[in-house]
Each structure stands twice: as structure tokens, then as C-alpha cells.
T-cell receptor
Framework: KAGVTQTPRYLIKTRGQQVTLSCSPI?????VSWYQQTPGQGLQFLFE???????NKGNFPGRFSGRQFSNSRSEMNVSTLELGDSALYLC????????????FGPGTRLTVT | LAKTTQPISMDSYEGQEVNITCSHN???????ITWYQQFPSQGPRFIIQ???TKVTNEVASLFIPADRKSSTLSLPRVSLSDTAVYYC????????????FGSGTRLSIRP
């Protein structure tokens, strides 16, 4: 079974631009979560989607948004990029609502200049 | 919110058993305890999940006392490849649950 895939793997953007990251969960998994990882703040939860509905949201500004499609694939968008948005963005999927065994993708390394 | 506290770092030697303890004083009745392992430039990898007492799988054991305010991840006979950051995570199943990773424990294994 293929693992979680994320595209692109690396991205360089300029302040003020926007970016869209993509995540394909493991086949059959209906839940997708997004995390931001930085050396200073560690792993921080952004949001979780289950069956196209946002179930949970972390403490990030509205510039961070996401969505999930009917095939469970998910995208997250960051608008008006700031230097502090430079981070590794991780996507994780799990099969259902009763297990927190999450499978993480390799991440997208975003650099904002 | 069940915040977790772990040691920042630990050192051990190949072949030893390593125990990493996590404190979660505010754990709720419906919360579960999970542990993840992360290597540099990779996403975290699920190790084990438990609710109470003891859980064992092919790579680790998880010990949870009756009050559930702490948990201990036990790695038997570690090898150099176990050098990684280990995260304790307390999660609930309700839609209002927040997912908070602690700062993690950086485990270094020496020959």
C-alpha cells in the first residue's frame, strides 16, 4: 500500500505571495491532518479534515486554510506569506475517527524569502 | 488540554533498554497516549498507542500507571538506528480535541 505523498517536496516563495501544498493520504484513509514544524516551535497542529469537513483547528491565523476533496486528498493554502512561515509542512492520514495511529508524509519544505 | 512534558535528551548504548517517561497531568478520561519517532528530515512514525496498563508490540512497550498522569515508552535492546526524536502525544477522539505534540526527547545511542 502506498504511503502518504506530498507535493511539492521543496518550495521557495517570496513574502506576500501565496502557496498551495498538496497531500494524498493512504488509500482508504478518510482523515487528513496538517502540521507545521520549525526548529523553534516544534510540531504544531494546523487542522484536521475528515470526509471533507474540518473537524479540528489549531491556533494559526486565518492566512492558513485547507480543504479536503471527495477522494480524501487535501490541500492547504497559505496566503500573504511571511518569513516566519518558513517551515516543514507535514501531512498525516489515519483510517478513521477511533484511531490516532497517524501516518505522516515526507513533508514539504517551504522557504519564504 | 493535556500538555506533555518529556526529558529534552537522553543517551544510551547499543543493546541497552531505554525508558522514556512522559508526564501528562491533565489527561482527560477519553484521551489516549501515543508515541512517535522522528528522524531528521522525515515525518514522524507511529510507534505505539495505549489507554491504561501495558501495551506491547514488536518494537516497543508502553507502560501507563493507574492514574494515567504519566507514561513510559520502553525500547528493548536499542541499536544505533534508534537514534531519533521521540514524541509523546495525548489525544482524544472528540472533535473538540486539540492535538499537541510536546518538545520531544532526543535519544542518542552510542556504540
Amino acid at each position: 500500500k502506498a504511503g502518504v505523498t506530498q507535493t511539492p517536496r521543496y518550495l521557495i516563495k517570496t513574502r506576500g505571495q501565496q502557496v498551495t501544498l498538496s497531500c494524498s493520504p493512504i488509500s482508504g484513509h478518510r482523515s487528513v491532518s496538517w502540521y507545521q514544524q520549525t526548529p523553534g516551535q516544534g510540531l504544531q497542529f494546523l487542522f484536521e479534515y475528515f470526509s471533507e469537513t474540518q473537524r479540528n483547528k489549531g491556533n494559526f491565523p486565518g492566512r492558513f486554510s485547507g480543504r479536503q476533496f471527495s477522494n480524501s486528498r487535501s490541500e492547504m493554502n497559505v496566503s500573504t506569506l511571511e518569513l516566519g512561515d518558513s517551515a516543514l509542512y507535514l501531512c498525516a492520514s489515519r483510517s478513521g475517527q477511533t484511531s490516532y495511529e497517524q501516518y505522516f508524509g515526507p513533508g514539504t519544505r517551504l522557504t519564504v524569502t | 488540554l493535556a500538555k506533555t512534558t518529556q526529558p529534552i535528551s537522553m543517551d544510551s548504548y547499543e543493546g541497552q533498554e531505554v525508558n522514556i517517561t512522559c508526564s501528562h497531568n491533565n489527561i482527560a478520561t477519553n484521551d489516549y497516549i501515543t508515541w512517535y519517532q522522528q528522524f531528521p528530515s522525515q515525518g514522524p512514525r507511529f510507534i505505539i498507542q495505549g489507554y491504561k496498563t501495558k501495551v506491547t508490540n514488536e518494537v516497543a512497550s508502553l507502560f501507563i500507571p493507574a492514574d494515567r498522569k504519566s507514561s513510559t515508552l520502553s525500547l528493548p535492546r536499542v541499536s544505533l538506528s534508534d537514534t531519533a526524536v521521540y514524541y509523546c502525544l495525548v489525544v482524544g477522539y472528540s472533535s473538540a480535541s486539540k492535538i499537541i505534540f510536546g518538545s520531544g526527547t532526543r535519544l542518542s545511542i552510542r556504540p
